[in-house]
Nanobody
């Protein structure tokens, strides 16, 4: 069982920034890509961004392009989401996910086999 742990969420004013982190604690696993998803109250989980395991390709939802940046950390098993120019509509629980089979950077949650517990991001107006 692969374990993913998110951190870095919190409360921020509109226009502010936050940096989310995701760490994989398991020692042995297959990995083609990692991604970030979010889920607001009463809404379905939605794709935010994804990155190939080697960091050479990324994919973003239109709603966050130009504001969010996904990256791999220097430590092999880490990933980040830098969120700038935050808006109240970005308020959600943010989840990191691991793609162990496909590597297509797709937006479907079904392409990701392991998930973290989530971290709350709240943007006040």
């Amino acid at each position: 069982q692969v374990q993913l742990v998110e951190s870095g969420g919190g409360l921020v004013q509109a226009g502010g920034s936050l940096r989310l982190s995701c760490a994989i604690s398991s020692r042995s696993f297959n990995a083609y890509a990692m991604g970030w998803f979010r889920q607001a109250p009463g809404k379905e989980r939605e794709f935010v961004a994804a990155i190939r395991w080697n960091g050479d390709r990324t994919n973003y939802a239109d709603s966050v392009k130009g504001r969010f940046t996904i990256s791999k950390g220097s430590a092999k098993n880490t990933m980040y989401l830098q969120m700038n120019s935050l808006k109240p509509e970005d308020t959600a629980v943010y989840y990191c996910a691991l793609d162990s089979l496909f590597g297509g950077l797709g937006p479907r949650a079904s392409e990701y086999s392991s998930w973290g517990q989530g971290t709350q991001v709240t943007v006040s107006s």
